[in-house]
């Protein structure tokens, strides 16, 4: 079965990039439709789409993190990574690697996460 | 603040029916986008229970559904069970601005 680990640095300093990635086990990063999210929680907050990414289209991002956002695969690891520059401790939160299913009905594009990573916090403090 | 609205918290003696809203807007919701619900345990990763509106993946119990009308959804958890106890989120796609995918607040389940 498919299974999704973050790993990363837990500490980062302001104004640095953070940086994760998430190894997909148990399948092909390249199969199907999937989507490979990010998703992000604040401490005893909710949760926030970050942004996705298709093996073969180009990043999709959250609007409110896009201008300090970079998401990429590489299909010969297995894996997709996150790049978060110029942090603040309002970055603080545990992330999420997630795997995203799209489909098509009469709304139109929607997508559920169907698999999800443990989540890895990272704080960003000096 | 969220774009979909949660009540932070929601209770109920074990084996009653509890319903858990969802609130949004004709950007999301409203505009048909589906919706889909999560679960967590503390210190664990979301739990999809609800996807497409009102679809069970495999595995998830038939006591969850889910239902959908106008700018809101809701879930429905019938025979409350003690191991029900968690945060619930719900999700969809919001065409304001760029467009995002959007979490709910998340609601606190309480168990008696």
């Known amino acids: 079965q498919v299974q999704l680990q973050e790993s990363g640095p837990g500490l980062v300093k302001p104004s640095q990039t953070l940086s994760l990635t998430c190894t997909v086990s148990g399948g092909s990063i390249s199969s199907g439709g999937n989507y490979w999210a990010w998703v992000r929680q604040h401490p005893g907050k909710g949760l926030e789409w970050i942004g996705y990414?298709?093996?073969?289209?180009?990043?999709y991002y959250s609007p409110s993190l896009q201008s300090r956002l970079a998401i990429s695969v590489d299909t010969s690891k297995n894996q997709f990574s996150l790049k978060l520059s110029s942090v603040t401790a309002a970055d603080t939160a545990v992330y999420y690697c997630?795997?995203?299913?799209?489909?098509?009905?009469?709304?139109?594009?929607?997508?559920?996460?169907?698999?999800w990573g443990r989540g890895t916090l990272v704080t960003v403090s000096s | 603040q969220s774009v979909l609205t949660q009540p932070p918290s929601v209770s109920g003696a074990p084996g009653q029916r509890v319903t858990i809203s969802c609130t949004g807007s004709n950007s999301n919701i409203g505009a048909g986008y589906d919706v889909q619900w999560y679960h967590q345990l503390p210190g664990t990763a979301p739990k999809l229970l609800i996807y497409?509106?009102?679809n069970r993946p495999s595995g998830v119990p038939d006591r969850f559904s889910g239902s959908k009308s106008g700018t809101s959804a809701s879930l429905a958890i019938t025979g409350l069970q003690p191991e029900d106890e968690a945060d619930y989120y719900c999700q969809s796609y919001d065409s304001s601005l760029s467009g995002s995918w959007v979490f709910g607040g998340g609601t606190k389940l309480t168990v008696l």
């Open positions: 997630a795997r995203g299913r799209h489909y098509y009905d009469v709304s139109g594009l929607n997508c559920y996460f169907d698999l």
């Open positions: 990414i298709h093996y073969n289209e180009s990043p």
């Open positions: 497409g509106d009102n």
